[in-house]
């Protein structure tokens, strides 16, 4: 749902007001949640009515009558499985929340039976040599080696796709001609497809500069080694929602070290942490710009995105992160194309 916004409330609300809010947003639901957007509960029509027919008053708070264990889907299921998720119990709407229980959209039926059409473009960083998978990328790009049926970068795009995206921007360096003669305009995919042709090694966001100067709006970038089922609406969605002139998708990524870690100060020692694990949030390597952002990409030259994060934020302008939950897999080793291999069927069908 497009403004799933409009539909929270906080659980001091008055059962008037909170059916003011499912009147005009038009939904049959209300997303009860507590200052940091964490979801509490669900307000429906349903639940309204059985609270009246129990004596409540409508001015009543919101508290006393939602429901507080509703059914809910986390941000990282692909559609097929929210979609099953609604059949299963008949629902009409599904709240969707990340790791931390914090609402970050609203699903609906009609979410399914027309997917919108989205204005934004995506690029898509393909020129890079894939150095890593040795002999692999011989004679053909990271992008184009087959996962399961299809190369990866044919999945990436079809991600994309069926999340209402239209129009694409494939960068491209090593081995360009395979990608072009794969992808050709976009037409037998359904979508639009350009090309940003590195005449050089230009980094993960020096291909940046070479998009077209009318674009008007926020791009989603990412790689071209990158499986992932992340909701790239939402990010965009939440992106605009905040003002945000850059948004990072972040995720988790724990270290283990292996041996026992000892706390010490001049020779004595406090205590002994065996094989503690350190917890990082690192960059998941999929972006949303807005123009302001890609105005200080400098033309033509080798650029990487975390360079052009650390200008944003010197500039003063909003960086913001989001944060990326579910199956997601960067093909950078041998070990990770077979495993992305082994996963493909389960995961992309």
Excluded at 188 to 212: C, D, K, N, W
Excluded at 247 to 272: L, N, W
Excluded at 306 to 321: C, N, Q, V
């Amino acid at each position: 749902m497009k403004n799933w916004q409009n539909t929270l409330i906080a659980p001091s609300l008055s059962l008037r007001e909170a059916l003011q809010t499912i009147n005009d947003v038009g939904c049959q639901m209300a997303l009860v949640v507590d200052g940091e957007r964490r979801l509490l509960g669900t307000l429906s029509d349903g639940d309204a009515r059985r609270a009246l027919l129990r004596g409540v008053t409508l001015d009543t708070p919101v508290s006393e009558a939602m429901h507080v264990t509703p059914t809910v889907v986390r941000n990282h299921e692909d559609r097929e499985t929210r979609l099953g998720l609604m059949k299963l119990h008949g629902f009409h709407q599904l709240p969707i929340v990340d790791s931390d229980g914090h609402i970050v959209g609203l699903e609906t039926v009609d979410d399914y039976l027309n997917v919108p059409t989205r204005e934004e473009s995506v690029v898509i960083m393909a020129g890079g040599l894939g150095s890593r998978l040795k002999e692999l990328t011989r004679e053909t790009p990271k992008p184009m080696l087959n996962v399961g049926s299809r190369p990866i970068l044919e999945t990436i795009v079809r991600s994309f796709s069926e999340q209402g995206f239209r129009r694409f921007y494939l960068a491209v360096n090593y081995k360009a001609e395979q990608i072009e003669a794969h992808f050709g305009d976009g037409s037998r995919f359904g979508i639009e497809v350009h090309y940003l042709r590195e005449q050089q090694r230009m980094g993960t966001a020096g291909a940046l500069s070479l998009l077209p100067a009318e674009i008007d709006h926020p791009i989603v970038v990412t790689n071209a080694d990158l499986l992932t089922k992340a909701n790239y609406a939402a990010m965009i969605e939440d992106h605009l929602a905040t003002r945000a002139d850059a948004t990072m998708g972040v995720r988790k990524y724990e270290m283990q070290v292996p041996f026992g870690v000892v706390q010490e100060k001049e020779g004595r020692i406090s205590s002994v942490i065996e094989k503690p694990v350190h917890q990082f949030m690192v960059s998941a390597g999929m972006y949303v710009l807005s123009p302001s952002a890609l105005k200080l990409v400098p033309r033509d030259q080798f650029f990487d995105m975390p360079t052009l994060f650390d200008a944003i934020t010197e500039k003063g302008l909003y960086a913001r992160s989001h944060h990326v939950d579910g199956y997601w897999l960067d093909i950078g080793q041998p070990s990770d194309f077979e495993r992305a291999n082994h996963d493909f069927h389960e995961v992309f069908r």
